[in-house]
């Protein structure tokens, strides 16, 4: 598929689909468990495909499950039946520890399991693109630094973060590369943690490596799609746009509307109903509500798409994703 002749068709679009990072909320249509989900292949490609035969959507995404490079540099990972795994501890603590960290082979771990999932996936999703979710290289770092850590080594220990992020984003293009060779049609790449940094601090330790990652995979047939959910992205605007993605995709702490202004129409700008007030803990009503005020303040942009603010989470009601679609087609037909 020409993914950017596909870009250019969604902006050309009037009537364009809704695009959720909407993946895990697929164990609850078969008998699975979430810990059993994130290890199993045959099982992520089977709840890409309820999901795509449940809903309309512009594409399919695979899980965003930002473990999964973590544990392949070796970092401890704590599992559970009915949640996303989460990340324990730190692996790089001093400089030295940055100097040694090796850069793993794709197939360690669990990232093996995920390359499969998307050669099984595109077998049984024809009718639209496939993504495959990764991790941004900050975001990959912060997690093997620790969160607050690396806030505060940017500061005192810069050489030490940007030679983590040298390895996590060499890593980040051998990982994506195998993707594509698998067939997908591009990634999601969740950078969240970037939007807690300045945006000087964006610009050195983020926009660069993100740059190369892009640089070094997309082409006509595969796009790059950049996401962050952070508080502060709308001062990083210029370091954001200067990655050079194919196209954006932001949370719900800002006004979708008010970032859409910063962006050339030439560029899709996705976002942003939010997953854990709308989808996890609304109602269908709120989240009609919710959809369509968006979709209301944001129709001036012919490149925006409506979805959700970030990934969906596994126990989201059915009922609320439902009602998501619904909102979405009952705007485009009033």
Same mark, same amino acid.
């Given at each position: ?147 607050? %850590? +690396? *806030?505060?080594? @940017?500061?005192?220990? !810069?050489?030490? $973060? ?130 369509? %005020? +968006? *979709?209301?303040? @944001?129709?001036?942009? !012919?490149?925006? $798409? ?29």
């Amino acid at each position: 598929m020409n993914m950017q002749k596909w870009l250019e068709d969604l902006k050309a679009a009037r009537v364009k689909k809704a695009m959720p990072i909407l993946s895990f909320p697929g164990v609850s249509l078969m008998d699975a468990t979430v810990g059993e989900l994130i290890k199993d292949s045959t099982l992520q490609a089977k709840a890409m495909e309820l999901v795509a035969k449940r809903v309309d959507s512009l594409a399919s995404v695979s899980l965003m499950d930002l473990s999964v490079e973590v544990e392949a540099f070796g970092a401890e990972v704590k599992f559970f039946d009915d949640e996303v795994p989460t990340v324990t501890g730190a692996i790089v603590t001093t400089p030295e520890e940055a100097e040694d960290l090796k850069v793993p082979e794709v197939g360690t771990k669990r990232t093996g399991i995920y390359v499969d999932a998307i050669k099984k996936a595109i077998r049984v999703i024809t009718d639209r693109p496939v993504f495959a979710g990764v991790i941004g290289p900050f975001s990959l770092a912060g997690r093997l630094m620790d969160v607050s %850590e +690396i *806030m505060v080594n @940017c500061y005192v220990e !810069p050489e030490m $973060v940007h030679k983590t992020m040298e390895k996590t984003t060499e890593f980040l293009i051998n990982y994506i590369k195998e993707y594509k060779n698998a067939g997908a049609n591009g990634v999601v790449m969740a950078e969240p943690l970037t939007g807690m940094l300045s945006p000087d601090l964006a610009r050195e330790f983020s926009e660069p490596y993100v740059k190369k990652i892009s640089d070094s995979v997309k082409d006509e047939d595969f796009l790059i799609i950049y996401h962050n959910c952070g508080d502060n992205i709308i001062q990083m605007c210029d370091s954001i746009i200067a990655t050079g993605c194919d196209a954006y995709h932001f949370g719900d702490s800002i006004k979708l509307a008010d970032m859409l202004s910063h962006f050339s129409k030439d560029t899709v700008v996705m976002g942003n109903v939010s997953p854990s007030r709308q989808f996890k803990e609304g109602t269908p009503e709120s989240m009609k509500k919710e959809t369509i %005020e +968006i *979709m209301t303040e @944001c129709k001036d942009y !012919p490149n925006f $798409v409506i979805s959700s603010g970030c990934d969906i989470p596994p126990t989201c009601s059915w009922d609320n994703i439902d009602a998501f679609f619904e909102a979405v087609k009952e705007y485009y037909e009033g």
